[in-house]
């Protein structure tokens, strides 16, 4: 209880209080949040992915390499940083709702007036004057600032979470599109040495034509450019390959020592992925990003509160014990103590339009977290389909394809036949050589085209991501809302 003689003095600045406060100003209309029924979401929910996802491959160097970079990728490692930075903040936060003590001392060579509370022999005098004192403060938090400081803190903290889940997530896919950049590297040197071997075929058998006076010279040159251009090709394709591994060593976070341990992919680009049919009806609980920006909005909410709580008084409890003395022969004496106890009160009358001010900033921040959130529930719902159309359609095309690669590779044996037999002119063997090679490559893009859109797919809604239950019950509170 505070001592009797403090009560008048705390009615009165109660009744100040009550009479004296800055006027809150109204709470503007502001940016609304998307609906997720606007967005066309289908009913059912995106199938259960596991976290190491990447292993459905069965490339024991992906799972290497997955581990590598998960451990010493900067960018990963700078997310976890920003995570212990914000939980730091929090740690700060919370502590201004506890009891502050401090001990302050001082001592001093000070000139006491003549004309002050001090009589001769000290005052006119210089005297040593000691001072040490311990302080309590505490924030009563009448009004929410505090707690409002700390929900701020606290759900930035889970954003900064999400962020490093977001960046892993992003990380994994692109780690899978160099890997599989590199595999396609590898395929393309394949159908490059093919390619050489057929066309070393055409210039033999251009030769034996020559020679037997069946095949001018012009048709030999032509078949020497081809087979010379189709080694550029593989010299072409192998830089591809090495700057592939260059891509993947970097993600991994290591240096030119680690390229020649990267061998030849051996992952299945046909392997099954859990994938969702359509735009899956829990794509805004599962994406990191998204969950990220909606705690922002929070973080943002509880700002503005705590902006707010600003017009209204800031009420502390202090007290101080300590000793005082003019002289040091005076300072440990009993006499000396001094103590002090009672509320600090903080009343805004007139600040020329701050508090104000700084409570439209708070509400424009939140705007801009609303927006952010919106654009990226856009962006994840654009991107889910997109890589659900390309799926659908590369899905459909490669069958097609592989007839066209197959009727191609019969057409150039068939050309190769009656050329060698004399049947047929050398440009039907280069043009049927032309289109399998066009096949071919065609094959191969689709191919890897399909495996990347997958992965695309599968990151797209949240796949791998493992959150945790705190994070699952606020995006489920968040929906109740």
């Not at 059912?44 to 990728?73: C, G, I, K, Y």
């Not at 800031?314 to 022969?329: E, F, R, Y």
Request: charged fraction near 20%; charge should be negative; glycine fraction near 6%.
């Amino acid at each position: 209880m505070l001592p009797q003689r403090l009560v008048p003095g705390a009615v009165f600045s109660s009744a100040l209080i009550l009479s004296g406060c800055a006027i809150p100003p109204k709470a503007m209309p502001g940016v609304a949040e998307i609906a997720p029924a606007t967005l066309g979401l289908s009913a059912e929910a995106a199938p259960p992915v596991q976290q190491d996802w990447w292993t459905l491959f069965h490339d024991p160097q992906v799972d290497r390499l997955v581990a590598q970079m998960l451990q010493s990728n900067p960018n990963l490692q700078v997310a976890m940083a920003r995570i212990r930075g914000a939980e730091a903040e929090l740690a700060a936060s919370r502590s201004l709702r506890q009891p502050q003590i401090n001990l302050d001392g001082q001592i001093q060579e000070t000139l006491l007036s003549d004309e002050y509370v001090l009589p001769a022999p000290y005052g006119g005098s210089w005297r040593e004057v000691e001072d040490i004192q311990a302080r309590l403060t505490w924030s009563l938090d009448f009004w929410g600032k505090q707690a409002a400081l700390i929900d701020k803190a606290r759900t930035l903290a889970e954003a900064r979470g999400l962020d490093a889940l977001a960046a892993r997530t992003a990380l994994a896919g692109a780690f899978s599109q160099s890997y599989i950049g590199l595999l396609m590297a590898w395929q393309n040197i394949d159908i490059a040495g093919q390619t050489i071997a057929e066309r070393q075929t055409i210039l033999q058998l251009a030769q034996s034509r020559a020679e037997a006076g069946l095949e001018n010279e012009a048709a030999l040159e032509q078949a020497k450019a081809l087979l010379a251009a189709a080694e550029v090709d593989l010299m072409k394709f192998e830089s591809d390959r090495d700057l592939a591994i260059h891509a993947i060593v970097a993600l991994t976070g290591q240096g030119t020592a680690a390229y020649d341990r990267i061998t030849r992919p051996s992952a299945a680009l046909d392997n099954l992925l859990p994938l969702p049919k359509a735009v899956p009806a829990d794509l805004l609980s599962r994406r990191p990003d998204i969950l990220a920006a909606r705690a922002r909005i929070t973080a943002a909410t509880r700002g503005q509160d705590a902006a707010y709580a600003d017009f209204y008084p800031n009420i502390d409890l202090t007290a101080a014990l300590g000793l005082q003395a003019v002289g040091l022969s005076n300072f440990l004496s009993p006499s000396a103590i001094t103590t002090s106890v009672g509320p600090a009160i903080h009343l805004p009358i007139f600040d020329a339009g701050r508090l104000r001010a700084q409570y439209a900033l708070a509400g424009a921040d939140l705007d801009v977290a609303v927006g952010e959130y919106n654009a990226t529930v856009l962006a994840a719902v654009r991107q889910t389909a997109d890589a659900l159309s390309e799926v659908q359609s590369l899905a459909a095309r490669q069958p097609r394809q592989q007839v066209v690669l197959d009727s191609a590779l019969r057409a150039l044996r068939l050309a190769e036949e009656r050329y060698r037999l004399g049947l047929s002119d050398q440009i039907v063997v280069l043009n049927a050589e032309g289109l399998l090679l066009q096949a071919r490559r065609q094959m191969a893009m689709l191919e890897s085209q399909a495996a990347a859109q997958r992965v695309v797919l599968l990151l797209s809604v949240g796949g791998g991501v493992d959150l945790s239950p705190t994070q699952q019950a606020r995006q489920e509170g968040s929906h109740d809302d």
